[in-house]
T-cell receptor
């Protein structure tokens, strides 16, 4: 596609349920990133993929968070046993080259845990 | 610890005048700096970047200045237009094993009045 596509755009889930967020990067982009933005905060790094491997997953806040990327393309961020503090906008970005220089962001998934 | 800080939560400017957005950082390992613009319900859009080996980069109405000794960068928009009204984030990247990670400031809301 022309840009980074994320689905769903909005997700409301009950506390304790698992959720999966999907990211389709720009075709040909080898690097993919997940960030989240909580209310009133800046963007917080979660994880970075180069191809299918994740050289840096230092931003994942707990072991309830995991992410994978398959075929060097689509990525899924999974949050298990969601908590209310997980409520945020989850943003995915991709870039052509190694590293986030001139990364292009998707529109985000707004996750609300009730 | 807030390694990238945007101390002005908001800025209001008259159309046609200069907008100056400021950003301070603490990590001397940062080697690349970027500015993003974000409209509501959209992902951030890359604006302009600068390498730590430069002190100025210009692209049309946008100029970024970097003062390494002061650990300070600024984005100048001249002339400002109402369509520039958005949230502006500065971001920084460290080299080495953290090259895939951007650290963002909290953002500055710019309002350009006609």
């Amino acid at each position: 596609g022309a840009g980074v596509s994320q689905s769903p755009s909005n997700k409301v889930t009950e506390k304790g349920k698992d959720v999966e967020l999907r990211c389709d990067p720009i075709s040909g982009h080898t690097a993919l990133y997940w960030y989240r933005q909580s209310l009133g905060q800046g963007l917080e790094f979660l994880i970075y993929f180069q191809g299918n491997s994740a050289p840096d997953k230092s931003g994942l806040p707990s072991d309830r968070f995991s992410a994978e990327r398959t075929g060097g393309s689509v990525s899924t961020l999974t949050i298990q046993r969601t908590q209310q503090e997980d409520s945020a906008v989850y943003l995915c970005a991709s870039s052509l080259y190694r590293g986030p220089i001139e990364a292009f962001f998707g529109q985000g998934t707004r996750l609300t845990v009730v | 610890d807030q390694q990238v800080k945007q101390n002005s939560p908001s800025l209001s400017v008259q159309e046609g005048r200069i907008s100056i957005l400021n950003c301070d950082y603490t990590n001397s390992m940062f080697d690349y700096f970027l500015w993003y613009k974000k409209y509501p319900a959209e992902g951030p859009t890359f604006l302009i970047s600068i390498s730590s080996i430069k002190d100025k980069n210009e692209d049309g109405r946008f100029t970024v200045f970097l003062n390494k000794s002061a650990k300070h960068l600024s984005l100048h928009i001249v002339p400002s237009q109402p369509g520039d009204s958005a949230v502006y984030f500065c971001a920084a990247r460290a080299g080495g094993t953290s090259y895939g990670k951007l650290t963002f400031g909290q953002g500055t809301i710019l309002t350009v009045h006609p």
